[in-house]
């Protein structure tokens, strides 16, 4: 199984929704596994800039935020975005750290 992160701009709402997207590929499609909405930014209505964000913590409001982008017809653009390679799995051994980065400091 792969993962990657996508965003959802739910212009309607004026928010914007962090979602974690698990797949597997065969040689004839893509299947999402699960969707996990990990953060929503909630935008002003206007000038679109961020006013807020919060995390999703509870199974409730992930599974509110799912239900909503089935709904809004989200999920069938991210399988495509895979299947033209647009959307792609970024392995954490493939980063280099960066040599300006902070220290983690211990306590």
């Known amino acids: 199984m792969k993962t990657f992160q996508a965003t959802w701009e739910d212009e309607e709402s004026s928010r914007q929704v962090e979602l974690v997207v698990n797949?597997?590929?065969d040689s004839?499609?893509?299947e999402i596994n699960g969707v996990t909405p990990t953060r929503v930014t909630f935008l002003c209505p206007t000038s679109k800039k961020p006013l807020r964000s919060v995390g999703v913590w509870?199974?409730?409001g992930r599974r509110m935020l799912v239900k909503q982008a089935i709904e809004a017809g989200q999920l069938h653009p991210l399988a495509g975005g895979v299947a033209e390679g647009r959307k792609v799995e970024?392995?954490?051994d493939?980063?280099?750290?960066r040599s300006d980065?902070?220290?983690v400091l211990q306590a």
């Open 94 to 97: 493939a980063v280099a750290p």
């Open 28 to 30: 004839t499609r893509v």
């Open 58 to 60: 509870t199974d409730g």
């Open 101 to 103: 980065a902070a220290p």
């Open 90 to 92: 970024i392995r954490h």
């Open 23 to 25: 797949y597997q590929l």
